[in-house]
């Protein structure tokens, strides 16, 4: 027992002298991510033209082409990193789906550039659930959620980035070149990662928890998620968020030109600095709130962004009619901001339902829903949808499609509802 409390307290120490560093790192390697994951949207109208597609098409190729590979190798590779060096894992993966997005930037068709987003997805398979195992080892619990959320800005800063320099690259180069220059650019951080990081002793800040443990079987894992509602609503719950989350990010570039008739520069400027402002502001926002209120009640973890997706979906609504591109702009950074609120307080969650040596496979689990049906059907249904409205609203299917699709937001907030009412019971408390 003094030797377990020695081991714990020693990898505490090192972990919150080193954590700053890990998170900064990690948190650039997950920028790339978000850069080579969502440059398509703002690539997606010089991309139709070129190739000759239909919205169908691109939403097939910007959500299921990634989602197949990304969330299918998600749970194996996180078994993995429960057991291996989850800083290799994270390395490599970072090098593969740089490699790919470069790729994407040869593709003649259709099907060349479906394969190319496959890799993608292969790549960034073993990018975030390791991720979120490693920074739950350098800070402590009462810390977890801002530091889940810093890494979470991610999202937004990455997202920005690939829609601010994907548009002004296929704006005075081409779109091809817009995807070998983020590709490669991404190659150092791979580099770094590997190099500049260390794994420290799994639940070095858990105390209690049984520091260093071998990972069980993925069985075990399994029951144990089984047993847990509030694993299962939280999981659908971010799943139905992101269904128009994803599908947002995707389409929002491609509205503002038909609806708003904004030029490819103009969308980048314009929907990049939502995506920046709003993004970073909601993410931070939730994870200060899930380390503040849910420091002595867990349900607050879901409670949180449950209220705000129930006030993101008329939001965005007021938003899609705006008169003026001005008007415009403020009013989609509202939703943006409360859109993007869950994803401190509910990883968070995640990685306290289960213990520490079982923390990068739950991820991966609960990011194989999330992911599966958010990337997988929500870029690829709202495409469809404005495929179908195409007769009745023209050029303002678009419009029309994401409108219907707020109430999906809605739906999230409930499962959230839920979730809060069972999390208590459902916490990891160490014997």
Same mark, same amino acid.
């Given at each position: %027992?003094t030797q377990a409390r020695?081991?714990?307290?020693?990898?505490?120490?090192?972990?919150?002298?080193?954590?700053?560093?890990?998170?900064?790192?990690?948190?650039?390697?997950?920028?790339?991510?978000?850069?080579?994951?969502?440059?398509?949207?703002?690539?997606?109208?010089?991309?139709?033209?070129?190739?000759?597609?239909?919205?169908?098409?691109?939403?097939? %190729?910007?959500?299921?082409?990634?989602?197949?590979?990304?969330?299918?190798?998600?749970?194996?590779?996180?078994?993995?990193?429960?057991?291996?060096?989850?800083?290799?894992? /994270?390395?490599?993966?970072?090098?593969?789906?740089?490699?790919?997005?470069?790729?994407?930037?040869?593709?003649?068709?259709?099907?060349?550039?479906?394969?190319?987003?496959?890799?993608?997805?292969?790549?960034?398979?073993?990018?975030?659930?390791?991720?979120?195992?490693?920074?739950? *080892?350098?800070?402590?619990?009462?810390?977890?959620?801002?530091?889940? $959320?810093?890494?979470? #800005?991610?999202?937004?800063? @990455?997202?920005?980035?690939?829609?601010?320099?994907?548009?002004?690259?296929?704006?005075?180069?081409? +779109?091809?070149?817009?995807?070998?220059?983020?590709?490669? $650019?991404?190659?150092?951080?791979?580099?770094?990662?590997?190099?500049?990081?260390?794994?420290?002793?799994?639940?070095?800040? *858990?105390? @209690?928890?049984?520091?260093?443990?071998?990972?069980?079987?993925?069985?075990?894992?399994?029951r144990t998620l089984a047993?847990?509602?509030?694993?299962?609503?939280?999981?659908?719950?971010?799943?139905?968020?992101?269904?128009?989350?994803?599908?947002?990010?995707? +389409?929002?570039?491609?509205? #503002?030109?038909?609806?708003?008739?904004?030029?490819?520069?103009?969308?980048?400027?314009? &929907?990049?600095?939502?995506?920046?402002?709003?993004?970073?502001?909601?993410?931070?926002?939730?994870? +200060?709130?899930?380390?503040?209120?849910?420091? @002595?009640?867990?349900?607050? &973890?879901?409670?949180?962004?449950? /209220?705000?997706?129930?006030?993101?979906?008329?939001?965005?609504?007021?938003?899609?009619?705006?008169?003026?591109?001005?008007?415009? +702009?403020?009013?989609?950074?509202?939703?943006? %901001?409360?859109?993007?609120?869950?994803?401190?307080?509910?990883?968070?969650?995640?990685?306290?339902?289960?213990?520490?040596? %079982?923390?990068?496979?739950?991820?991966?689990?609960?990011?194989?829903?999330?992911?599966?049906?958010?990337?997988?059907?929500?870029?690829? #249904?709202?495409?469809?949808m404005s495929d179908q409205?195409?007769?009745?609203?023209?050029? *303002?299917?678009?419009?029309?499609?994401?409108? &219907?699709?707020?109430?999906?937001?809605?739906?999230?907030?409930?499962?959230?509802?839920?979730?809060?009412?069972?999390?208590?019971?459902?916490?990891?408390?160490?014997?």
């Amino acid at each position: %027992m003094t030797q377990a409390r020695s081991l714990t307290e020693g990898a505490a120490a090192a972990g919150s002298k080193g954590g700053g560093k890990v998170l900064a790192v990690l948190l650039l390697a997950y920028i790339f991510n978000f850069i080579d994951r969502q440059i398509i949207g703002i690539l997606a109208v010089p991309i139709k033209s070129d190739l000759r597609l239909s919205d169908s098409q691109l939403g097939l %190729m910007g959500g299921l082409a990634f989602a197949l590979f990304y969330t299918g190798l998600g749970i194996p590779i996180a078994w993995l990193a429960d057991r291996k060096s989850r800083v290799t894992i /994270i390395g490599v993966s970072v090098a593969v789906w740089s490699a790919f997005t470069a790729l994407c930037g040869l593709a003649q068709n259709f099907w060349q550039l479906f394969l190319a987003r496959m890799g993608v997805g292969i790549g960034e398979a073993g990018g975030v659930a390791p991720s979120y195992s490693l920074i739950s *080892d350098y800070f402590p619990p009462e810390r977890r959620a801002r530091a889940l $959320a810093i890494f979470s #800005f991610g999202i937004p800063v @990455g997202s920005a980035l690939g829609i601010f320099f994907g548009g002004w690259i296929a704006t005075h180069v081409d +779109w091809r070149s817009a995807f070998i220059i983020v590709g490669l $650019a991404g190659l150092p951080a791979a580099v770094l990662v590997k190099f500049g990081l260390r794994d420290p002793v799994r639940g070095g800040f *858990d105390s @209690g928890a049984g520091a260093g443990d071998v990972a069980p079987p993925f069985s075990t894992v399994a029951r144990t998620l089984a047993a847990k509602p509030s694993f299962w609503l939280l999981s659908f719950g971010a799943a139905s968020g992101s269904i128009l989350g994803y599908g947002l990010i995707f +389409w929002l570039p491609s509205f #503002f030109a038909r609806s708003f008739g904004l030029e490819l520069g103009e969308v980048s400027l314009f &929907y990049g600095s939502i995506v920046l402002i709003g993004g970073v502001a909601g993410t931070w926002l939730g994870g +200060w709130l899930g380390d503040r209120v849910g420091k @002595g009640n867990p349900g607050a &973890y879901a409670l949180i962004p449950a /209220i705000c997706f129930l006030f993101a979906a008329p939001a965005y609504a007021a938003a899609l009619f705006a008169p003026s591109r001005e008007l415009a +702009w403020f009013l989609f950074l509202i939703p943006q %901001m409360l859109g993007l609120a869950w994803l401190g307080p509910i990883i968070a969650a995640v990685q306290h339902i289960v213990p520490p040596n %079982m923390r990068a496979t739950a991820s991966a689990s609960f990011l194989f829903i999330n992911n599966l049906i958010g990337i997988g059907f929500g870029t690829w #249904f709202v495409g469809r949808m404005s495929d179908q409205m195409t007769a009745a609203y023209g050029q *303002d299917s678009l419009r029309y499609s994401i409108l &219907y699709t707020l109430g999906f937001y809605l739906l999230s907030s409930a499962l959230y509802f839920l979730a809060a009412r069972r999390l208590r019971r459902d916490w990891y408390r160490p014997a």
